[in-house]
């Protein structure tokens, strides 16, 4: 898990990259899993950035039993997001990002708590962790985010595209306050992030894919007051690391088979005017 040093560079920074987070094997094994499953390119579906592209995902609630539920609910990224968030955590969601050659599309400046506090999740008590499927560079996109952003609170947030992006006017004063990092990863790297921490990622402009498995943790204390279409306190069972790889060669076929996909129709990730957010 995270140590005693990336703990507090989250807590001061607002995140922190676990280099080889994952190894070799295990992050093949996601990597072919999510590249040759049906059903993730199914359920997938795109966002207009607001720039000319289409950001293409696939969104889902409960980890369940395959590849991508072993990845969420395995010990060494739910016991980091505990250490992270103080306490019992419970999966909120995970996502595939999908950032193709040349036509992966950009997410605005946004923070993760910008759209989950209208799901009735009082306080900002939610950590991220973007797990590096393929390599992640400038030229196809990589993450990027404002160090110490998260300490400023939630910022209002205003439609661009189909996105919602935060009020660019506070994103700009900040920018002129704070730097700009680009998070460049190999695969198997991980970064843990605030749910208040600004970050985007730019359009994918390179001839080299860009696909990255989030995956999102609630503290359980911090149980939403209201239904909404990501679940409310619910918990976790946690796995073994070992259960990556037993699970990835057994059931590689089966990957997704028990994946509880959020419905299209249902989902209102990064939209404004609506209390039924991603």
């Known amino acids: 898990m995270l140590t005693a040093d990336q703990i507090a560079e989250y807590q001061r920074e607002g995140y922190c990259i676990a280099r080889g987070f994952f190894d070799r094997d295990e992050i093949d094994l996601l990597r072919r899993a999510a590249k040759e499953d049906r ?5 997938a579906f795109g966002r207009a950035d607001g ?42 969601h995970s996502k595939m990002i999908m950032k193709d050659p040349r036509v992966g599309g950009a997410w605005t400046w946004h923070q993760d708590y910008g759209y989950w506090y209208r799901n009735g999740v009082l306080w900002p008590l939610l950590t991220s962790v973007s797990i590096a499927v393929d390599g992640a560079t400038k030229a196809n996109g990589c993450l990027q985010v404002i ?23 506070r994103v700009t004063a ?18 843990f992030f605030h749910a208040n921490l600004l970050h985007r990622s730019d359009m994918n402009r390179s001839d ?17 007051y209201q239904d909404s279409h990501h679940p409310r306190y619910t ?9 990556i790889r037993e699970v990835g060669i057994r059931r590689f076929a089966d990957s997704a088979a028990d994946v509880a996909w959020l419905d299209v129709a249902r989902d209102r ?10």
Request: aromatic share 6%; with cysteine.
């Open 147 to 169: 160090p110490r952003s998260h300490e400023v609170g939630r910022i209002d947030h205003v439609q661009s595209g189909e996105q919602a992006g935060a009020d660019m006017e």
């Open 269 to 278: 990730s990064a939209r404004t005017g609506t209390t039924d957010r991603a």
């Open 174 to 191: 900040l920018l002129e306050r704070l730097p700009l990092v680009h998070c460049e990863m190999d695969p198997g790297d991980a970064i």
């Open 208 to 224: 080299e894919p860009r696909w990255s498995m989030i995956c999102c943790y609630n503290a359980a204390r911090n149980d939403p």
């Open 51 to 92: 720039e000319g592209g289409t950001v293409r995902l696939s969104l889902w609630n409960h980890p369940g039993d395959g590849i991508y539920g072993m990845f969420a609910r395995c010990e060494r990224v739910v016991r980091s997001a505990e250490a992270l968030l103080g306490g019992e955590v419970y999966h909120y």
């Open 235 to 243: 918990p976790l069972d946690v796995v073994p690391d070992t259960r």
């Open 39 to 43: 059903e993730l390119d199914r359920h």
